[in-house]
């Protein structure tokens, strides 16, 4: 599956789409500084941005984007098990219909390249489940890295100007914010495949555990200071989008998103600011990928 999806969110790929990102994420934040503040940063910005990306990537109309927002929160619901199914029932239905409309008219996009993948033999079952699972995880992630990078920014001055200073920090500042971003959420569910020792905790085979990137990424063992953002942090490896056999085939897509962001986001609303306090701010720990309810914003 991975050799399948891997060419299709090349860097190479994610480099020829980055002119598109920018164009996107300069027109999302000239609306927002059009507004009278404040506004929510998070439906103006972070939630339409990686929504509008993943949907040309794959070949979906981004007039359904409400749709898709919808069913992409209910299928991360903690809480709801009989509403996670349902919305991801509803989005793989969709994209079955989708799939039939790829193969009868194929364009240059994801879906209708794993339709005509290995000559076209995968079931459009599994099309519609692959291409369902890309548009979850090729947004909603990001979504949140968009909100806390954002934040952490804001919170930060001292950082947010040597930033606005100096550009030539932007992608040391994008990989400072992937490692520091504590987003909540439910942790990553991975199974022991033999009997091991960890902390004084002896895991066995077969047991499941729930591994916490947040606290592996503010080890001190391996950051200097690593509670403290430092957009010039240059010994940075984070494990936000994993590593080995289970590394992020999404990551290149990812940093095109936030590169384009916090490129502009500055320079267009250099006054930007909180609208309310940082302690109102409400982390989603009933959603997979946690991250924020809302950002208020003002400028």
């Not at 941005?49 to 981004?62: D, T």
């Not at 914010?177 to 569910?189: Q, V």
């Not at 022991?192 to 947040?214: F, K, P, Q, S, Y």
């Not at 984070?238 to 500055?266: D, K, M, N, Q």
């Amino acid at each position: 599956m991975r050799a399948l999806l891997t060419p299709m969110f090349s860097a190479q790929r994610m480099r020829a789409l980055q002119p598109r990102v920018e164009a996107l994420a300069g027109d999302l934040l000239d609306a927002l500084a059009a507004r009278t503040p404040p506004a929510d940063l998070h439906e103006a910005l972070s939630v339409p941005l990686p929504v509008l990306v993943i949907c040309e990537l794959l070949g979906v109309p981004g007039e359904e984007r409400a749709r898709f927002r919808a069913w992409s929160q209910d299928m991360a619901d903690l809480h709801d098990r009989q509403r996670a199914s349902a919305a991801l029932g509803n989005l793989t239905g969709y994209m079955r219909q989708l799939v039939a409309h790829k193969r009868a008219c194929p364009a240059g996009d994801v879906i209708s390249s794993l339709c005509a993948a290995h000559g076209g033999v995968i079931p459009d079952e599994q099309v519609a489940h692959l291409a369902a699972m890309l548009l979850f995880a090729g947004h909603e992630t990001t979504v949140v890295q968009i909100d806390l990078g954002t934040l952490m920014l804001l919170v930060n001055p001292d950082q947010r100007e040597r930033l606005a200073g100096d550009p030539s920090l932007l992608t040391s500042a994008v990989e400072e914010i992937l490692r520091a971003s504590l987003g909540g959420g439910g942790g990553l569910p991975r199974y022991a495949h033999e009997t091991i020792e960890v902390g004084g905790v002896t895991i066995r085979a077969g047991e499941a555990v729930l591994l916490d990137i947040g606290a592996a990424n503010h080890d001190q063992r391996a950051f200097t200071d690593p509670d403290r953002l430092d957009i010039s942090r240059h010994s940075n490896p984070h494990l936000t989008f994993g590593h080995g056999p289970w590394y992020c085939i999404g990551a290149p897509l990812a940093r095109v998103e936030l590169h384009a962001v916090f490129s502009r986001l500055i320079a267009r609303l250099p006054t930007l600011r909180l609208a309310t306090s940082i302690d109102k701010l409400r982390i989603r720990d009933d959603l997979l990928t946690g991250g924020l309810a809302e950002l208020p914003v003002t400028w």
